[in-house]
């Protein structure tokens, strides 16, 4: 069971990245996935999540109306488009694979490792 986020990098604020959470040894269909994120110096912050039954989503409010989440299980993988960056969003960002929906990051199972996003001019 393993889960690779990427897709992360160095961008200006006000750009987009995507990024990508691949599964491979299992499928992902079945979880709910939450994208996670850490600063430096800072706890891990929840971003958003999807279901795994209807594709709800969810999103932090520091995110909301910015970042779009999304599946498509037959390539096993749930992306994380995120738009009008700021500074803030700088962190690594984190997938992860469990049977809880929310932001809550010790209710998921299966953590991948994460990729690198910066913000800055």
């Known amino acids: 069971v393993q889960l690779q986020a990427s897709g992360g990098g160095l961008v200006q604020p006000g750009g987009s990245l995507r990024l990508s959470c691949a599964a491979s040894?299992?499928?992902?269909?079945?979880?709910?996935i939450g994208w996670f994120r850490q600063a430096p110096g800072k706890e891990r912050e929840g971003v958003s999540c999807?279901?795994?039954?209807?594709?709800?989503?969810y999103y932090a409010d520091s995110v909301k109306g910015r970042f779009i989440i999304s599946r498509d299980n037959d390539k096993n993988q749930v992306y994380l488009q995120m738009n009008s960056l700021k500074p803030e969003d700088t962190g690594v960002y984190f997938c992860?694979?469990?049977?809880?929906?929310?932001?809550?990051?010790?209710?998921?199972?299966?953590w991948g490792q994460g990729t690198q996003v910066t913000v800055s001019s």
């Open positions: 992860a694979a469990g049977q809880y929906f929310g932001l809550v990051s010790d209710r998921y199972d299966y």
């Open positions: 999807i279901s795994s039954s209807d594709g709800s989503t």
């Open positions: 040894g299992f499928t992902l269909g079945y979880y709910a």
